[in-house]
């Protein structure tokens, strides 16, 4: 029974949150606002899981939110430019892939622990963003290809839900199936005890990083196409809804280690959260302060991996 | 050569910088052999073990296993070559399964080309059967090891080092912080590697471990060998008394 606690507490505790508002929040049921939701939860969700690779492997990636940013800014220029929609999808996920490596270089090559070395590249990126649109941001006319690729639909299904369980499976088998998965676990739980059975350690962070600036680099895709627009700082919001995706999500299913079900269920959550309180007429200052409970509470109940990426200063 | 030492160590030094951890240090590792290493606080013995399973480079000095000379650039490459090494602390990922302890670093998997993905059950299977050579009654090879006892964790550690069919198994005080009844049981851990005809360097502070399983014993002092002996008729209490003599 307490095992059970444990593992689905939070889970249950969400699905009854979720549940509270189908039969209260009015239109909170409606099928158009569930896919609202969903749609809501992919960029969320691909920020979030990109946080927990690098967690997973027992670093704090705190410039996700700023790679992001930077490399909407990246797609944007490259689309505006005239190269086209692949170009700019490409140029993005590169953006976002090449600044996860240089966290990865900094952390393991020059030895700077990811808590500064991630909060120095994410003021490099966004210091790069506004370089890049002199503070102004790309909107204007985005090539429906571009678009299309969040705002379109394949055989029916919005195509930012296909993304998300795309990302979720990619994320799921990588680190449950493959060797690399168990090796960043074992990274990430005992660094010594994985260099001494013969793991990679140094190459395995810079995999969890690396995937968290890739990660960073889709989702950043994703939100320039469904927004039609691509302004510095566009994904600094996300920051902290992420990492509570994360934290809430490591008090499920596998408590204590961050995990993609209980990530993506909690992104979903949250945004579940946020959408049922404006629909019931909360103020939206109240969705901040439930976040902030959220990532306390989140961390109080089980963090052992985040204090010790953290407190490894 | 299956008849010379399986372990030789010749004029081993460590120097941490002003700090001279071992000074020069001969040893012959007998084939089959449980060898205790004794000594006082900070007398060498993690540092010898460290050296001579590539966790750390000699100073000076040179390593031969079955008489040919090595230099591991890991304790991976150690692995490879049948010597494992137990480290007291950092052994285990304690929220990792049981068989994720055992394969870490040696997942096995199965599929085609790069297409890879870890077989899962295999490992299940693999590791429940390692520890059933150890006596181990752990059946739950998804638990987390951090609900597992003291001895049951120096189980899977072993259980790791068998995976590698290990002939020569390193432990650095497999027994301090354990209870009574868990130091025992890793006795008998050790005595069930001796009775497979592998090779064991024990070291310990618990000279009742020494007089249960080893053979023979060396005492180190200051970084360098002050005794070597069989441990045939000592007690306990002789011991304690060898090691207090040579650290004075
Ligand atoms: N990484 C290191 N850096 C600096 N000095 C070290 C290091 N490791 C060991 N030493 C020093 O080397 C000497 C021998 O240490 P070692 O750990 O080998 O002793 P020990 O016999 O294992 O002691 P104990 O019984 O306390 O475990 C000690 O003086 C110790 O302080
Ligand atoms: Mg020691």
Known sequence: MRAVVERYG?????????????VFAPNFAAPANLINVVKDTCVLALLALGFGFALTAGELDLSFADVASFAAVMAGFLVQAGHGAAAG????????LALGLVNGAVVTRLNVPSLIATLGLAAVARGLAFWITQGVGFTGRWPTAFTGL???TTLGVPNLALWLIGATTFAWVLLKWTKAGAHLAATGE?????????????????LGLALSGAFA????????????SAAPNMAGDFFLYAVAAVLLGMTMFEPGRPNVPGTVFAAFTLKALGNGM?????PYYAQDVALGVIIVASVAVSGTILRKAAFRV | MSTGPILALRGLAKR??????????????????????????????????????GAEPPSAGEISLDGRAVSFRSPHDALGMGLATIYQDLALAPRLSIAQNVYMGSELTRGVGPLRLLDKAAMARGARALLARLNSTLDDMAAPVEHLSGGQRQAVAIARALRWDARLVLMDEPTAALGVRESAQVRELILRLKQEGRTVVLVSHDMRDVVAVADRVVILAGGRKAQERPVDGLDATDLTRLVMNAAA
């Not at chain 1, 680099?217 to 039609?228: E, P, V, Y």
């Not at chain 2, 000074?23 to 540092?47: F, M, P, Q, T, W």
């Open chain 1, 89 to 96: 999808a490409a140029g993005a996920v590169t953006a976002g």
């Open chain 1, 217 to 228: 680099g889709l989702a950043a895709l994703l939100l320039a196409a469904n927004l039609s």
């Open chain 1, 278 to 282: 404006v629909l019931m007429g909360a």
């Open chain 1, 150 to 152: 969040a705002r379109g």
């Open chain 2, 16 to 53: 941490y910088g002003a700090v001279e951890a071992l000074r020069g240090v001969d040893l012959d590792v007998a084939r089959g052999e449980v060898l205790a290493i004794c000594g006082d606080n900070g007398a060498g013995k993690s540092s010898l073990l460290k050296v001579a399973s």
């Open chain 1, 190 to 206: 005992a660094g010594e005890a994985a260099r001494l059975a013969g793991v990679d350690t140094p190459r395995m962070r810079r």
């Open chain 1, 10 to 22: 939070t889970a249950l505790a969400g699905l009854a949150l979720i549940v509270f508002f189908l």
